[in-house]
């Protein structure tokens, strides 16, 4: 845990209101201050409320999420003191839009657009003027559901808005705002007792709505503020202690989606986003649908199996940006793994280790992005690798990729950080993309704050990169300590090779890979080039092999010489990639297993050859990792 005494006091320079004491009003400095104690008291909270997440689906996230979306207030916050409360208001709204993750993520930036709206452009407050603010924060939040449920976040919402309605009325209740928050807080905590018995999962469960637990949780922070002036020392996410996840229950019917997927919709020029029709649009598609924001921007998230679908029917209302489908499956089962797992591994979109295995070991991946034009993919998840071979060949925009963005990594890892002792991020070759930075610049800063995150290059690519990735997993799932899994991964790295034989130069030549006076001479030699890793990092060419008489063959033959297959008795793993040729992919692997005597054969696998090798390979590519075992 990082944290800082935080003493009370607005920004040098800036008159504000004294607190400890009674307050009938606040500026801008006041409410920003106030803010900030509410988040402050949630993120010592969030792993608490990871683990009693179970409405509506028992992915335990939702203090990870709230701790996401308003960390993003927070740095608005901290950018530049601001005097007037309207302008602090509509800061904090905007920044909780573009940062929100998840379905309690979502509605606190609609509460919090409301909250702005229902300001106005007031310099400062009063009582009556935030009061009118959290009913119209209530009411937007309510809104933005197509089908809004008790029991939930919502509740806690409503009923500290009708509660302050009361209390405000009442002068003995409503002599200051520390008064009136203390008096309403009475009724909103009875309200989220109640949700214990409001909705059949958090019953079984024996749990309160872990979101309306968050909200809560702000408002003791707010509280404690105004009655003190300590707006608390935790000032980033906590993640510690081993409080078991509240029950396993099945997934309830009519929730049983894949991914959660989120995006920014934003208005093109001279138009607006019709938030009605957006929501219409996507209400029998998917389950948990919030759309949040205003006609200049709005945040869609929803459980859905097509996240590209999604994308397409934002499409038609505005710009979509900021594109994620987090793996729901996979983060139950990070939820409810074995205690005896204690670290998790992530890998990112350019492994292309087979499904199969990935989901065994549980691994979870942050998708890469692909674009062709002015068009934008999720690798592998909003674009299969069929469907990129299949564009790759038609469109004659050459695509680029690029890796994923912090925040993908920063969601994974504080997320799993609640649920196992660190994490190993292990990732696509340094020398090629900035995936790898991207992963360390977070893991950084996940680590600062109490649980470790380790990142591996592997220097190694697609199957290379798999083959790397499936050794970290396999030491983890062993119940080997974080020391022990980076060892593993770095000796697997060390001794992993990978081949591509492309099909056609145009991609390579394209791509950078190879020199375009290379791709000339290979198109005039009809020569058949090999891509290969290098010890450093480095995919670039790494051979030839001239016509296509007997081609694999002849491939096999290089892959087993430069691997030096042949050399001692060590046994090896392998495994193929083709790139949307699978026939042939099938003739390589069954002829390159033939090769090698059965008993040196550990394990061996076919797959489908993503886009991290396939922007250079293009369709036809085939490729081959051989990773040598310890004797």
């Known amino acids: 845990m990082t944290a800082r005494p935080d003493t009370f006091g607005s920004p040098a320079g800036l008159p504000s209101d004294t607190l400890p004491g009674r307050t009938d009003s606040l500026d801008g400095l006041l409410l920003a201050d106030l803010l900030r104690a509410g988040i402050y008291r949630l993120f010592q909270r969030t792993d608490h409320l990871n683990k009693i997440n179970v409405f509506p689906v028992p992915d335990g996230d939702t203090g990870t999420n709230m701790a996401m979306t308003l960390a993003a207030v927070l740095s608005a916050l901290d950018r530049e003191p601001v005097a007037d409360a309207g302008r602090v208001l509509t800061r904090a709204a905007d920044a909780a839009l573009d940062g929100a993750r998840g379905n309690s993520g979502a509605i606190l930036a609609q509460f919090l657009m409301g909250l702005g709206d229902g300001a106005g452009q007031r310099a400062r407050l009063g009582l009556t003027d935030f009061v009118a603010a959290v009913q119209s924060g209530a009411t937007y939040a309510r809104d933005a559901l197509m089908q809004p449920q008790e029991g939930t976040i919502l509740t806690v919402l409503r009923e500290f808005a009708d509660a302050l309605q009361k209390n405000l009325?009442?002068?003995?209740?409503?002599?200051?705002?520390?008064?009136?928050?203390?008096?309403?807080?009475?009724?909103?905590?009875?309200?989220?007792?109640?949700?214990?018995?409001?909705?059949?999962?958090?019953?079984?469960?024996?749990?309160?709505?872990?979101?309306?637990?968050?909200?809560?949780?702000?408002?003791?922070?707010?509280?404690?503020?105004?009655?003190?002036?300590?707006?608390?020392?935790?000032?980033?996410?906590?993640?510690?202690?081993?409080?078991?996840?509240?029950?396993?229950?099945?997934?309830?019917?009519?929730?049983?989606?894949?991914?959660?997927?989120?995006?920014?919709?934003?208005?093109?020029?001279?138009?607006?986003?019709?938030?009605?029709?957006?929501?219409?649009?996507?209400?029998?598609?998917?389950?948990?649908?919030?759309?949040?924001?205003?006609?200049?921007?709005?945040?869609?998230?929803?459980?859905?199996?097509?996240?590209?679908?999604?994308?397409?029917?934002?499409?038609?209302?505005?710009?979509?940006?900021?594109?994620?489908?987090?793996?729901?499956?996979?983060?139950?089962?990070?939820?409810?793994?074995?205690?005896?797992?204690?670290?998790?591994?992530?890998?990112?979109?350019?492994?292309?280790?087979?499904?199969?295995?990935?989901?065994?070991?549980?691994?979870?991946?942050?998708?890469?992005?692909?674009?062709?034009?002015?068009?934008?993919?999720?690798?592998?998840?909003?674009?299969?690798?069929?469907?990129?071979?299949?564009?790759?060949?038609?469109?004659?925009?050459?695509?680029?990729?690029?890796?994923?963005?912090?925040?993908?990594?920063?969601?994974?890892?504080?997320?799993?950080?609640?649920?196992?002792?660190?994490?190993?991020?292990?990732?696509?070759?340094?020398?090629?993309?900035?995936?790898?930075?991207?992963?360390?610049?977070?893991?950084?800063?996940?680590?600062?704050?109490?649980?470790?995150?380790?990142?591996?290059?592997?220097?190694?690519?697609?199957?290379?990169?798999?083959?790397?990735?499936?050794?970290?997993?396999?030491?983890?799932?062993e119940g080997q300590d974080l020391d022990q899994v980076i060892a593993a991964t770095e000796a697997a790295r060390d001794r992993t090779q990978t081949f591509a034989l492309v099909e056609r130069i145009d991609f390579a030549v394209r791509g950078g890979r190879v020199p375009a006076a290379v791709g000339n001479i290979a198109r005039w030699l009809r020569l058949n080039v090999v891509l290969r890793t290098f010890p450093d990092g480095r995919v670039a060419f790494g051979g030839g092999l001239f016509g296509s008489h007997r081609l694999i063959d002849r491939f096999i033959r290089l892959v087993r010489r430069r691997s030096k297959i042949d050399s001692g008795t060590q046994r090896i793993r392998l495994l193929v990639g083709h790139a949307n040729r699978p026939e042939a992919g099938q003739r390589l692997y069954d002829e390159l297993r033939a090769t090698i005597p059965p008993e040196r054969i550990a394990w061996s696998g076919l797959t489908d050859m993503g886009a991290a090798i396939g922007v250079h390979g293009g369709p036809g590519t085939l490729i081959v990792a051989v990773q040598r075992l310890e004797d």
């Open 169 to 477: 009325a009442d002068n003995s209740a409503a002599a200051d705002l520390g008064t009136l928050f203390e008096r309403s807080l009475v009724r909103v905590r009875t309200a989220l007792e109640q949700t214990r018995g409001q909705l059949k999962e958090l019953r079984a469960a024996d749990v309160v709505d872990a979101g309306a637990q968050g909200f809560v949780d702000m408002l003791e922070g707010m509280l404690r503020f105004l009655q003190t002036g300590d707006k608390g020392e935790t000032v980033v996410p906590v993640h510690e202690g081993d409080e078991a996840m509240a029950g396993s229950m099945p997934v309830a019917a009519g929730q049983d989606f894949r991914f959660c997927t989120e995006c920014l919709v934003v208005a093109r020029a001279e138009s607006i986003v019709e938030l009605r029709g957006l929501r219409e649009s996507l209400s029998t598609v998917g389950a948990s649908l919030v759309v949040s924001g205003s006609k200049h921007k709005a945040r869609i998230h929803i459980h859905c199996d097509d996240p590209d679908a999604i994308f397409r029917t934002a499409s038609m209302f505005g710009e979509v940006q900021s594109q994620k489908a987090d793996d729901m499956r996979m983060q139950q089962s990070a939820v409810h793994h074995r205690r005896a797992q204690r670290v998790a591994v992530v890998t990112d979109s350019g492994s292309d280790l087979p499904d199969a295995e990935m989901e065994r070991l549980g691994i979870h991946m942050v998708a890469a992005r692909v674009h062709f034009g002015g068009r934008s993919y999720l690798d592998k998840v909003s674009m299969t690798s069929a469907e990129f071979y299949d564009e790759l060949a038609v469109n004659p925009e050459h695509p680029k990729t690029s890796q994923p963005p912090p925040g993908d990594f920063r969601r994974i890892f504080e997320f799993l950080v609640s649920h196992y002792e660190s994490v190993i991020s292990v990732n696509l070759t340094a020398r090629h993309s900035g995936t790898y930075n991207a992963a360390v610049t977070v893991a950084q800063r996940v680590s600062a704050e109490g649980r470790r995150v380790a990142v591996v290059d592997t220097r190694n690519a697609s199957v290379g990169e798999a083959l790397v990735v499936l050794a970290a997993a396999e030491a983890a799932a």
